[in-house]
């Protein structure tokens, strides 16, 4: 089991790489709370902590963790389409 910390801080580096992270910025905190309460989401961040190469250098093997960063990046994205500016600019077309 892994400290909220390190998983915030694991959250954060992946949505620093997602495509979404230009509209999320400033709702980290609310991702993150949302995160850390998901049991999904929270497996798939210990996965990814739990791996030697990230383990060890801080690196993530995409490839042997795909799935695991496919649930945190699903997060990223029901963050993003569900967020009021989504819906407002959809709303407008």
Known sequence: MYEDTQRR???QRLLEQSPY???LR???EDI???ALKNVSVCKALDRVLADPDYASSGRIHR???A?????INHLFE???FASDSF???ARRG
């Open 32 to 34: 993150a709370r949302v």
């Open 87 to 89: 819906v407002e600019r």
């Open 63 to 65: 490839r042997r963790l």
């Open 67 to 71: 799935a695991s960063v496919a649930t």
């Open 26 to 28: 400033g709702q980290e």
């Open 78 to 80: 029901w963050v993003y």
């Open 21 to 23: 992270r230009r509209k």
């Open 9 to 11: 801080e694991l959250l």
